[in-house]
C-alpha cells in the first residue's frame, strides 16, 4: 500500500520530534562509518568493541559491526567489510551508502562520524599525516553538465559544524573532495580544484548524503596517507604510509570522542 499525505506528515513530525529530542539531551549513540578493516581494527580494540555475529542486517552481506559501550557513549562501527567475489575492503561511494543508510535504520544513531584516511593536496597545505576535519564534502566525478543536474551532481553539503570541538583539539580544517577512483583524470583534477577541497577520498560525499537524507548530522574524519599533487605514484605512497597514518587517526578520533562523550550536538 503506498504511504498517504497523512503517513508522510506524520513520519515528518516524527522526524523532527527525534531530531528535537537529540539536541537538548547528550550524546548518547555514535556511528563510526570506516571504509577499511585496516582503519577500523586499532579504534575497535581502544574502545574494547565486540564483533556483533547478528548485526540486524540483510542476510548475506559482509558488512561488519562491532559495538559497545565507552565511558557514556554507545559505539557502533560499522565496515563494509570484504568483497565476496574478490576478497578486498569493499570501498567506494556505493558501499559507503548501502551500510550508511542499513546502519542509521538498525542504530538510530544521534552522529555519524565518517573516519578514515585521504589523499591530500600540497598547494593546499597538506602533509602525510595531517588529520583533517571537513567543512564541506562535493563530488568530483559526477559530471552532468545540465543547468541545475550538474548541481546535484556536484552535491556540495556542509559537514555538522564543531567550532568547539575544533578550537578545543586543534585539529586542521579543509574541504573534502569524494570520487570512486584512488587516482586522479584531468576531468577529476578540475573537478577537485572547483571543489576548493584540501583532501579527497571515496566515501565521504555519499555518507554526507545519506545522513542528510535521514536527518543524522555527520563529521568527517580524514588522515593523509598519500599526497595527490606530489611525485609519488598514489598507490604506493598510499600503501607505504597506511600503517603509520592510521595510527595517527586512530589518536586523532579517540580525542574526539572523548570530546563528544557527555557532549549535546549544541555544544560541539
Known amino acids: 500500500m503506498a504511504p498517504t499525505p497523512q503517513d508522510d506528515r506524520s513520519q515528518g513530525v516524527k522526524e523532527e520530534s527525534m531530531a528535537s529530542q537529540t539536541a537538548t539531551r547528550p550524546i548518547s549513540s555514535l556511528l563510526l562509518i570506516i571504509a577499511m578493516q585496516t582503519e577500523a581494527l586499532p579504534l575497535v580494540n581502544k574502545f574494547q568493541l565486540t564483533e556483533d555475529a547478528d548485526s540486524g542486517f540483510p542476510k548475506g552481506v559482509p558488512w561488519l559491526r562491532y559495538h559497545g559501550n ?12 570484504k568483497d565476496t567475489a574478490l576478497g ?27 573516519a578514515g584516511t585521504a589523499g591530500g593536496f600540497k598547494a593546499k597545505g597538506a602533509s602525510i599525516g595531517d588529520v583533517f576535519v571537513a567543512s ?43 570520487g570512486d577512483s584512488l587516482d586522479m583524470s584531468p576531468q577529476d583534477e578540475a573537478s577537485i580544484s572547483a ?10 560525499a555519499a555518507i554526507a548524503y545519506v545522513g542528510d537524507l535521514l536527518k543524522v548530522p555527520a563529521i568527517f574524519i580524514k588522515a593523509v596517507t598519500d599526497i595527490t599533487d606530489g611525485d609519488k605514484p598514489t ?10 597514518v592510521t595510527a595517527a587517526l ?14 549535546r550536538l549544541s555544544e560541539l
Open 250 to 263: 586512530d589518536l586523532a578520533v579517540t580525542q574526539i570522542v572523548d570530546y563528544i562523550n557527555g557532549k
Open 195 to 204: 571543489n576548493d577541497a584540501t583532501i579527497k577520498d571515496m566515501e565521504g
Open 88 to 114: 578486498v575492503d569493499s570501498v567506494g561511494t556505493v558501499s559507503a551508502s548501502l551500510v550508511t543508510y542499513a546502519s542509521i535504520l538498525a542504530l538510530q544513531p544521534d552522529l555519524i562520524i565518517n
Open 235 to 244: 598507490a604506493e605512497e598510499f600503501l607505504q604510509n597506511l600503517a603509520a
Open 70 to 81: 565507552y565511558k557514556d557513549l554507545k559505539i557502533n562501527i560499522v565496515c563494509p567489510g
Open 136 to 178: 564541506d564534502v562535493a563530488f568530483h566525478d559526477r559530471r552532468i553538465p545540465i543547468p541545475v543536474f550538474d548541481l546535484y551532481g556536484v552535491g556540495l553539503r556542509q559537514a555538522f559544524q564543531t567550532p568547539n570541538l575544533l578550537k578545543e583539539l586543534n585539529l586542521k580544517v579543509g574541504k573534502l573532495s569524494t
